[in-house]
């Protein structure tokens, strides 16, 4: 059975680092590109950060500078570090990746950032 498996979210003070991962388990096709999306209490989800399977990256506006995503294509496992968290950071973070028969969602993380 193809899915994601997430895991490194938890309660951390402001100014904390965290590291999520994110492994495609069952997986035999190849996987293109891989993303990590938040989705805080009462709003849509939105996108933190993405790779492709070449290791150019994209990020959202609010979190460059702070948070950085990368990948190691060997173990199919998709990573984001996310340093100086702020509250407003707080959510439950998804990663996904984009396979030839369509794209994959983990089942989330939570993230909570206090003050």
């Known amino acids: 059975q193809v899915q994601l498996v997430e895991s490194g979210g938890g309660l951390v003070q402001a100014g904390g680092s965290l590291r999520l991962s994110c492994e495609a388990a069952?997986?035999?096709?190849?996987?293109?590109?891989m993303g990590w999306y938040r989705q805080a209490p009462g709003k849509q989800r939105e996108l933190v950060a993405s790779?492709?399977?070449?290791?150019?990256?994209n990020y959202a506006d609010s979190v460059k500078g702070r948070f950085s995503i990368s990948r190691d294509n060997a173990k199919n496992t998709v990573y984001l570090e996310m340093n100086s968290l702020k509250p407003e950071d707080t959510g439950v973070y998804y990663c996904?990746?984009?396979?030839?028969?369509?794209?994959?969602w983990g089942q989330g993380t939570q993230v909570t950032v206090s003050l």
């Open positions: 069952g997986i035999i096709s190849r996987i293109n590109a």
């Open positions: 996904n990746a984009a396979i030839l028969t369509g794209l994959l």
């Open positions: 790779i492709t399977r070449g290791g150019s990256t």
